[in-house]
């Protein structure tokens, strides 16, 4: 399975740098894993509606650039599904048992994702109604995507 992370900016905090190398390595072992940043925007403090937007969009434009057509794309999204670990993991079997060989996550930038973004979504999936930062999402991502193959595998770790 080939999985990509589309995301939004660069991870400057060196601790998130070092969790996301720690269980991409582990994750290589299950899957062909891969990060694609795309440039974020700048937001404006007090930036308004019409200018949040136009980042959305601008931001948008970029991750559809690193879409594949032919990948099943699930975006991160607070109207998204909750599900729990092993409903992650089922959906994750599920989908390469079906023939899907191509997996796309797909995290925003501070303001989320723009519309055309959410529209190409295959599923749209919710980690609660809490919002984290997008750098911290992507360690939080990574460990649930690993968690998941584990209990594909019947491997020891998901409690």
């Keep these: 399975m080939k999985i990509d992370i589309c995301c939004v900016g660069k991870v400057k905090e060196s601790s ?52 594949k057509d032919n990948a099943y794309v699930i975006a991160l999204a607070i109207d998204g599904k909750n599900l729990s670990s092993t409903e992650l993991a089922d959906k994750i079997n599920s989908l390469g048992i079906d023939g899907t060989s191509h997996i ?11 519309p055309e973004v959410l529209s ?12 984290f930062p997008h750098q911290l999402m992507r360690v939080i991502l990574l460990e649930q995507i690993y968690r998941s193959y584990r209990i594909i595998n019947n491997e020891p770790y998901h409690k």
């Design 120 to 131: 190409r979504a295959d599923m749209k999936l919710s980690f609660g109604r809490m919002t």
């Design 16 to 67: 998130f740098r070092d969790m996301i190398s720690e269980y991409s390595k582990r994750l290589s072992r299950y899957a062909n894993l891969s990060i694609l940043e795309v440039q974020d925007e700048k937001t404006p403090d007090n930036a308004s509606a019409t200018v949040e937007e136009a980042i959305k969009k601008k931001e948008g434009e970029r991750l559809l650039g690193v879409i």
């Design 104 to 114: 796309q996550f797909v995290i925003g930038g501070s303001l989320g994702l723009s």
